[in-house]
Structures are given as C-alpha cells and as structure tokens.
C-alpha cells in the first residue's frame, strides 16, 4: 500500500529494473510518507510483438 | 493515453497480435480522437495453468 | 477472456465510450476469432489531478 | 464480471495457481452471487528480478 | 505480495464487498501459505457506462 | 511507454499526487533512459470500503 506497476516492453537488464523500483519506493515514501516495506512495485513486460505504439509493435519499429 | 491492456490466455500468434493491437488502436483515435502516437497497447498473456474460467484453469478447459 | 481494460484521463461521454468499448469487442472477435459474449471492456477513468504525462499531472497541462 | 488478477512473484506450483483460482472463484459467487461461468482469474507472475518490496527485489531478499 | 485485484461493475453493498475481500485474502493464506498482513485486495468498479459485456454498456444491458 | 499505475486507498491531497507522479517520472527517466514526455503514470484511489488489507477493509483499520 499502495501497490506501482510498470508495463514495459522487454529489455532491460537486472541493474535497471533494481534501480527503477527503489526510487519509485522512494518516491512513494516521500511523498505518501508511507513505510518502505509497505510498498511493493512489480515490472510487467511484454515481448515486442505483444506491445504497440501507434498500432505497430515494438518488434516492427 | 489512453493505455490498452489486453489480459488473455497464451496461443495467439504474432499476426494476430498485431492485427488486434492496429485495430484497437484504430478504435481509439477514432472514438476519442487520439492522436494515434498517443496510444500504446500491450497484451499480457497467462500460461494455461495461471488462467481459469469457471474456477477451472485452461489447462484443463 | 479476453478482457480489455483502457486507462484515461476523466472526460469523455457516455457516447464516445460506448462507441470504444463497441469497436473494441469487434476487434478482439475479429482477430481472436471469441465469442463476443466473453469478451469485457473496462474504462478506468482519472480525474484530472491523477493522471501525468511527463511528469505534469492533466490539471495542468 | 468480475475478473480478478493476482500479482505475484514466481515459485508457485500449478496446484497451489489451480486451488487459488478455485477458491476465489467460490469467493465471488458466494459474496457477488455471480455465475461462476462468468467469472475469470488471472494470475501475473513476476521474475524476482522484476519484484520488490521496499525496493529490495526478490532475487535478494 | 501477493496483491488482489477485483474488476467489477458498481452496485454492490460495503457488506458484500468485506466479505469478498475477506474470503479472497483467506484464499490466498490456504493456497500460498503467505501471512495475511501481506494480502492487500482493491476493488475498482466501473460505472455502468464504462464497463461493457459482448460490445454493450452495463447501463443497456 | 513505460506506463506507471499506482493503486492506493483515497486520502492524498492533489499536492501529494502531483509529487509522487514527478518523482516517478524522473526515476524512469534516469534507469530506463526514456523520454519524459514517453512517461504516463496513473493513479488508481479505492474509496475505504474498497480496499483491504490482512481482510480488513481500510474503512475499519
């Protein structure tokens, strides 16, 4: 509580994902002023044939 | 803006993932009048044992 | 299955949204060859102060 | 109507995703009064590199 | 961790909804033995001019 | 791309919304290296009846 997802499409390594969820859990505490272990983000990718912009997928752009 | 999330069992092919998100998009700019850029779709696919209907997964369906 | 949640910012009419949720149903049969009758939309509106786009909530853009 | 999403971290067997679905299944048509044909479950696993809690990831808690 | 998401059209009473939310959250304890205090379940209900079955708006059906 | 939901119970001021959806939007920036004006984030508030935690309803915590 509260609860951050991320939908992206794949691609980023290990390294990027640990440093994107603890400054979203920072951003959280500071201004929600929530405990930290209260928070919980989840990164939800997609292969590039599964995720569009502008209707064309990631794998064709 | 506006984000689509389409949750659906695995088994789909690309074509037809591509064809789903270009349509839906296509629905988008044409309802709401959304730039087509503005759009992102992604399709989160179950394995067929983490889907259920009916409380019965689709593994077993 | 599938179903299908779109995110946006507060505003549009109960027109403009019927009209989606229609043409996004049609989508999903045409490509996904489903019964229409499984197939659920779900619009998940924000007020204006919720939602962001670079970081500038809609307030204010 | 309604469907349900569970987000977890990954580890579970398809026994224990096959009794959870089950069992919120029977949740709802006994507190919402629903078919349970009418009702689909949806479980989103995460990598543990893709989850954390307090800005720790899974992989390292 | 796990969290519960319920998507449902508007109608139901705060009774209904604690039960649901209860008995989800006792669900999750028996089938992937997690501590209760980790179990948070959000309902979003959709007006019935936002939610949809088979391409018509629950406020037609 | 990436799109950032944040689902919380209601009780935030404008102001504390506005803060966490910057601060998550430049913590993308940084890790994911993505153009700001890629970033949306969208925050979803239950009313306290809707959400719960360890079964309780927020209402009653």
Same mark, same amino acid.
């Given at each position: 509580?509260?609860?951050?997802?991320?939908?992206?499409?794949?691609?980023?390594?290990?390294? !990027?994902?640990?440093?994107?969820? /603890? +400054?979203?859990?920072?951003?959280?505490?500071?201004? %929600?002023?929530?405990?930290?272990?209260?928070?919980?983000? !989840?990164?939800?990718?997609?292969? /590039? +044939?599964?995720?569009?912009?502008?209707?064309?997928? %990631?794998?064709?752009?």
């Amino acid at each position: 509580m509260p609860e951050i997802y991320v939908y992206a499409v794949e691609g980023r390594t290990s390294e !990027q994902k640990r440093g994107l969820m /603890k +400054d979203i859990t920072d951003a959280v505490v500071k201004n %929600f002023g929530t405990d930290p272990e209260n928070v919980t983000v !989840q990164i939800i990718e997609a292969p /590039k +044939d599964s995720k569009a912009k502008g209707g064309i997928p %990631f794998s064709e752009r």
